[in-house]
């Protein structure tokens, strides 16, 4: 006789214990969401989520996001139970050290976890990326009677997450987007860190995403497994519009003497609430133990296989009806470049050798993505509201909102904290190559999905132009100063800064190449000098620092320069040459990446026989006393700027090359 299947609340209940049993021997965690969200998760993972836990990076699997990360044991508990690689020592090993359960989801950690999630809302942001991708790819790859992409994406989030700013900017766009395949639950249960919300968000959240222009639905009882599927199903109906489901939950469901508080929320709940709590659950089982009903009732991976072989063979189909396209959907998703990148790349940076005059690094950043975006149909980039002056786009950009089959440009909007956030979702989803835009100084806007982007990682490359003083009459608020150094702080973030059109081609040869960590490109709004070289010169700079002008057998310093400040460095070299002291020029694009190559090109660039060494860069000076050494000195600004035209500025704060030269001088002794 067949064991009756345990009840919904059961199997959700072993998710309350496992969050309560995790947090309780780590002695920290957030035991609260967990038991809040149990049965919403029971209900979509049990009755609804596409995915295989034998394959987690399935393609066409539904993507589930929990935004609101600190909840991560819920996370936790469902991937374990339903049957990926995630075992119960693992959990038990909750915010250890080397273990793949983490405090917050990290991608790359656990199979299943589909993004680094913990800074709230930012999730949520990551899954209208993920939505954005699945719908464009659908619209470029299915065919009639050939659905090859057909997935949703599922998000849980909090009242933090929708408190945060980015979940205004990411949601109005889902609603534009119309992103019918995305569906967010929302953990309604009034409390935060500091206690009941009515305090500080007395938003009227369902009437705000209707505006977004996305189907809400209220008042859902998110411990009523069957009110929840009722939603889900609703939720599915209406593929025009991205949808909320607003939950009322209990945090801490379950605890009886601290449910519904602020108490629950981010500490363990103690060994004399946790014996309450089993008894109150009926959960009469010992710390971390899954009934053998309880864990066959939750295994997918019966079902998962099924589906996924399912695919397989419309895949299999496609392929004979469509090879073409299936070859290039496959390729994209493998996220593989074409097998011809690399010659054709290098044809690419050979014709950006060719001095066409004074050109600015924005505008052979956009000639390099009209030579490079012909190669790369995965490439989907966009402005947040600055197209023009960023360059982003090339003849070739075509909205998405016009035609998504072939849609490669997105408008984001003043959205810029948002827009790198929507690219990191874009990158993890698979299919497409992102790309970002906005000026220089308004990274800051965006400053926590860079790290995030560079934490996960990601592959999005992220375009910042106007990127110093000489973007001139603005002034100050618009003048980065400090910007170039605080990226290039970011750990796993290369930033370039080019100087002319070949060190911006080989930038963003580089940035593309790069597809699992990200990228920066900083820009500049006026016209740079040509730089001739040598092709030995020119496969040099992808190493990141290079000697430009050689100064002679034996120069006696070097000047290391960046972008705008090249030719300045090249200038004041020709001045000291004058005088009979040999300077060499070496441009350094990418500092980190130079001092990545190995010892002996370190020290054919700058050879410890230099009697000095002088840095120059339109920023703060303190990012390059480590390169110059005590005796180097740094031509920078530690002050902001000023609004003035471009060339009164760098004569202003004495960006020039006379006097790089005098600190030349000054260091060797000539004065």
Not at 126 to 138: P, Q
Not at 626 to 641: E, H, K, M
Request: aromatic residues 8%; negative net charge; proline residues 5%.
């Amino acid at each position: 006789m067949t064991a009756a299947r345990p009840s919904r609340r059961t199997l959700a209940n072993a998710i309350r214990a496992l969050a309560m049993d995790a947090v309780q021997r780590a002695e920290s965690g957030h035991p609260g969401m967990p038991m809040g969200m149990a049965d919403i998760a029971e209900a979509l993972y049990n009755d609804t989520l596409r995915h295989n836990p034998a394959n987690p990076g399935w393609w066409d699997r539904d993507r589930f996001v929990v935004s609101n990360g600190h909840g991560s044991m819920l996370l936790y508990s469902v991937l374990h139970l339903s049957g990926y690689g995630l075992s119960l020592e693992d959990l038990k090993n909750f915010r250890q050290l080397h273990s793949p359960t983490p405090g917050h989801p990290e991608y790359g950690e656990a199979p299943g976890v589909e993004t680094t999630t913990g800074p709230l809302g930012q999730g949520l942001a990551n899954a209208v990326g993920m939505a954005l991708a699945e719908k464009l790819l659908a619209a470029r790859f299915n065919r009639d009677d050939f659905d090859l992409v057909d997935h949703f994406t599922w998000v849980f989030a909090g009242d933090g997450c929708l408190m945060e700013g980015i979940s205004h900017e990411v949601c109005s766009l889902a609603g534009t987007w119309q992103l019918g395949k995305l569906v967010v639950f929302y953990d309604d249960n009034g409390i935060s860190i500091d206690g009941e919300t009515r305090g500080w968000f007395t938003d009227n959240t369902p009437e705000r995403f209707r505006a977004y222009g996305w189907q809400v639905i209220e008042a859902v009882d998110g411990h009523d497994a069957e009110a929840v599927r009722a939603a889900i199903d609703e939720a599915r109906a209406d593929l025009d519009r991205p949808t909320l489901i607003c939950c009322r939950t209990t945090i801490g469901f379950g605890a009886p003497n601290k449910q519904g508080t602020a108490d629950t929320h981010g500490a363990p709940l103690g060994d004399e609430e946790i014996a309450a709590t089993r008894e109150a659950l009926g959960w009469n089982h010992a710390p971390f133990e899954i009934p053998d009903e309880v864990r066959a009732a939750w295994d997918a991976r019966e079902r998962g296989a099924a589906l996924e072989a399912e695919w397989n063979a419309l895949l299999d189909r496609y392929r004979e009806a469509h090879p073409d396209a299936a070859a290039e959907f496959e390729r994209r998703m493998r996220g593989e470049l074409p097998e011809d990148f690399d010659a054709r790349a290098a044809e690419i940076v050979a014709r950006m050798q060719a001095d066409d005059g004074k050109v600015a690094t924005r505008k052979a950043s956009g000639m390099s993505l009209e030579a490079f975006g012909p190669l790369l149909p995965e490439l989907l980039g966009g402005s947040a509201d600055l197209t023009g002056s960023n360059n982003t786009n090339w003849s070739g950009s075509v909205d998405i909102m016009e035609r998504p089959a072939e849609g490669n440009y997105i408008y984001y909007g003043v959205r810029e904290f948002g827009m790198t956030a929507i690219a990191n979702g874009l990158h993890l989803h698979g299919g497409f190559i992102p790309y970002t835009g906005t000026f220089l100084v308004f990274s800051d806007y965006a400053r926590n999905a860079v790290r995030m982007s560079a934490l996960v990682p990601t592959g999005a490359v992220h375009v910042y132009t106007h990127d110093s003083i000489g973007l001139g009459e603005d002034g100050p608020t618009h003048q980065p100063v400090e910007h170039v150094a605080s990226l290039r702080m970011i750990p796993n973030l290369e930033v370039w800064r080019p100087c002319d059109k070949a060190e911006t081609a080989v930038a963003w040869r580089e940035a593309l190449k790069r597809r699992h960590a990200p990228t920066a490109l900083v820009l500049t709004r006026q016209g740079l000098e040509h730089q001739p070289r040598s092709d030995e010169q020119l496969e040099a700079i992808a190493r990141g620092g290079y000697v430009l002008r050689d100064g002679g057998e034996a120069p006696q310093a070097a000047i290391l320069a960046t972008g705008s400040e090249v030719a300045l460095a090249v200038a004041a070299a020709g001045m000291l040459a004058g005088e009979g002291i040999a300077v060499r020029v070496v441009s350094m694009p990418n500092p980190e990446r130079f001092a990545e190559q190995p010892a002996d090109w370190r020290e054919r660039v700058l050879p410890g026989s230099l009697r000095a060494r002088v840095a120059v860069e339109a920023g703060v000076s303190a990012y390059w006393r480590g390169l110059v050494g005590d005796r180097g000195r740094v031509v920078g600004i530690d002050t902001f700027g000023a609004s003035a035209p471009a060339g009164e500025l760098f004569r202003h704060f004495d960006l020039t090359a006379e006097r790089v030269a005098r600190e030349i001088r000054a260091v060797i002794g000539a004065d």
